[in-house]
């Protein structure tokens, strides 16, 4: 009786509930929405971080990352990428030799991050071959050619076909310096990659450098994001770290995940002020409620009803209210969540403001789990916390005082 | 009628704070009620009736005096203790709007019998009995706004009387109904009474109501003036 009498009630000024759910459901609508453009655009963030350079993990020999020394070269890189090809974690390994050097044309020059690649593997590690946007990746074999970021070409004055020359301290110290052709423009997004970064052949570049069949580094892409610990954990034995360092892409780039934790702080504080406003306009629906119904609780408790079932009755009615509120607040949001999480949300006229964040300028909206069940919990015991005031306020009510109310 | 009282009030006084004075409501009232009388009290508005029925019926406590249900002594209740013994021993008719609007006629009757834990199917039989007693067969379903101020009431003593409770106390019951409307509900409680041997303590100022009364205390500010018998 006590369910019916509180469902009735809620549907007694029908206006004024459909008010309060509105308000509620708004509230969660866009508490949804924006975890989903949070959690899309850190997903995204997170995965163009990996796919475009960086791998899930690294292998080095210590100390390279600290000093970079061309020296310190992974010995029998060939087996050990067998070995790291063994674990069931692991997708691809795309070893890569590294150098900075100086890229100039007839016009320009700029100092870059040279990388040579295998392009047959590290296709399969980075997106690489999907961020080409003229002309095409480099071939399996080495032709003496480069790839370059758009932006770089731009800069540069140079396009498909033509040549650039790349200056760098070979492995002995000497001046090493080559022409090449430029095979394929690429565009990640990224400004330190498409403006900092060349890709290079494998071979070409140890050629350069004078380091035959040598790597620096063991770039690796695992099949899923959730066993990076568990796989660091387990190359370190075939790894020693008294000769090796193996890092996530976390240790390489902790800025990554403290944007995404200072993102996350932002819309807790978003969270907490929907969810205040979202409380008072539940408390002043519910005390709205109540003084209308001093005499009617009066009578109740008249006729023996206890306070606690007073309180049970009111708290049952803001259960309820806030619960359609919710699920009408979940439907939409998260209808709208999997909208632009097809469609996206085009974000390109403030490309510049993304530039640096890995998201991309298309931002898929893609709420997690965690975050729906969060905010919806959050609204709903908050809706309910804030009917306990009123409800008090019934419950205190003498009930002779009640009958007399007009 | 049973000789013995059911409901023995000594010395009753009470008053209510106004501007920081004191105002007397009841001074010193005693009376006593039989089981299976048909009482009304009687007087002015401001005499003090609703009070005495607030008091008797376990919703206010008094400055002083005692009240004896069933040698049960109010007085020394605690809240909890007169809640459950408005659950079980009273019924309460007031003076009109006292029907919960949410609920159909069955409904409000009903909660009367949930609240004393009944099961189903016994409240069903008695929920049906009693308004079939009122002459509300048939309109269970109708919710209050969609019957009239005398069908109302009518549902209001099916409501009161339904869980066979020691004494129906009624507050003003017609106060809010036309001449006729009025009478054919007293009529109504009365013929309750005679058959069913149900007490009934009303209040009113009416003389044709007070008319139909077994026995009338009337209260003139505050104070018990007179007894009919």
């Given at each position: 009786m006590l369910i019916r009498l509180a469902w009735r009630n809620i549907w007694r000024n029908t206006r004024r509930s459909l008010i309060t759910l509105s308000a509620i459901s708004f509230g969660l609508t866009?508490?949804?929405?924006?975890?989903?453009?949070?959690d899309g655009a850190h997903e995204r963030m997170v995965e163009n971080f990996i796919s475009i350079s960086v791998?899930?993990?690294?292998?080095?020999?210590?100390?390279?990352?600290?000093?970079?020394?061309?020296?310190?070269t992974i010995p029998q890189w060939r087996e050990k990428v067998e070995r790291l090809q063994g674990f069931p974690e692991v997708y691809s390994v795309s070893p890569?030799?590294?150098?900075?050097?100086?890229?100039?044309?007839?016009?320009?020059?700029?100092?870059?991050?040279?990388?040579?690649?295998?392009?047959?593997?590290?296709?399969?590690?980075?997106r690489l071959l999907e961020f080409i946007s003229k002309g095409r990746f480099l071939s399996p074999e080495p032709k003496g050619e480069v790839v370059i970021g758009e932006d770089f070409a731009r800069f540069l004055n140079v396009s498909i076909g033509e040549r650039i020359v790349i200056l760098t301290q070979g492995f002995n110290g000497s001046l090493a310096s080559g022409s090449y052709e430029v095979a394929g423009l690429f565009r990640s997004g990224v400004p330190e990659i498409d403006r900092g970064q060349i890709f290079l052949h494998l071979k070409t570049v140890q050629e350069l450098l004078s380091m035959p069949d040598e790597v620096h580094e063991l770039t690796i892409r695992?099949?899923?994001?959730?066993?990076?610990?568990?796989?660091?954990?387990?190359?370190?034995r075939v790894f020693p770290s008294a000769e090796y360092e193996i890092q996530t892409w976390i240790d390489l780039s902790p800025m990554v995940?403290?944007?995404?934790?200072?993102?996350?702080?932002?819309?807790?504080?978003?969270?907490?002020?929907?969810?205040?406003?979202?409380?008072i306009g539940i408390m002043n629906a519910m005390l709205m409620t109540v003084f209308e119904r001093f005499k009617e609780f009066g009578i109740l408790r008249a006729m023996g009803t206890m306070p606690h079932e007073i309180l049970l009755m009111i708290l049952l009615e803001a259960a309820m209210l806030t619960l359609l509120g919710t699920i009408a607040g979940i439907i939409m949001g998260f209808g709208l969540d999997r909208f632009y999480g097809w469609h996206?949300?085009?974000?390109?006229?403030?490309?510049?403001?993304?530039?640096?964040?890995y998201s991309g300028t298309v931002i898929y909206t893609h709420v997690s789990v965690k975050h729906l069940l969060q905010s919806a919990g959050i609204v709903f015991i908050a809706g309910i916390l804030s009917s306990i005031y009123p409800a008090i306020k019934a419950v205190r009510l003498q009930p002779v005082e009640a009958i007399r109310y007009v | 009628m049973s000789e013995k009282p059911i409901i023995m009030v000594k010395g009753l006084s009470k008053s209510y704070n106004l501007n920081n004075e004191r105002i007397p409501a009841l001074r010193n009232v005693s009376l006593e009620v039989k089981q299976g009388e048909f009482i009304a009290i009687a007087g002015p508005s401001g005499s003090g009736k609703s009070t005495l029925l607030h008091l008797l019926g376990g919703i206010d406590t008094p400055d002083t005096g005692q009240i004896l249900v069933n040698l049960k002594d109010l007085t020394v209740m605690s809240e909890k203790n007169r809640a459950i013994y408005r659950r079980f021993d009273v019924g309460f008719i007031f003076q009109s709007f006292s029907l919960i609007p949410v609920l159909s006629a069955f409904?409000?009757?009903?909660?009367?019998?949930?609240l004393k834990k009944l099961k189903e199917g016994e409240r069903e039989v008695m929920v049906r009995e009693a308004l079939k007693s009122v002459g509300l067969e048939g309109l269970e379903s109708r919710r209050p706004n969609q019957m009239s101020g005398g069908q109302q009431q009518r549902v209001a003593v099916a409501r009161a009387m339904v869980g066979n409770p020691a004494f129906i106390l009624a507050d003003e019951p017609t106060a809010n109904l036309d001449t006729r409307t009025g009478i054919d509900l007293i009529d109504l409680m009365k013929r309750v009474n005679e058959r069913q041997g149900v007490t009934f303590i009303f209040s009113t100022h009416d003389p044709k109501i007070i008319s139909r009364a077994g026995r009338v205390y009337y209260l003139e500010d505050g104070s018990l003036k007179d007894k009919t018998v």
């Open positions: 866009v508490l949804i929405f924006l975890w989903g453009f949070g791998g899930h993990l690294q292998i080095h020999t210590s100390g390279y990352l600290r000093s970079e020394d061309p020296s310190l890569r030799i590294r150098s900075h050097a100086l890229v100039a044309t007839p016009t320009q020059s700029s100092g870059v991050l040279l990388s040579g690649v295998l392009p047959d593997t590290e296709i399969k590690v980075t695992l099949k899923s994001s959730s066993q990076l610990e568990d796989t660091r954990f387990a190359m370190s995940v403290q944007w995404i934790e200072l993102d996350n702080i932002i819309l807790y504080i978003i969270l907490l002020v929907v969810t205040i406003i979202v409380s996206g949300i085009n974000l390109s006229e403030y490309s510049h403001a993304f530039a640096n964040f | 409904e409000n009757v009903e909660y009367s019998l949930l």
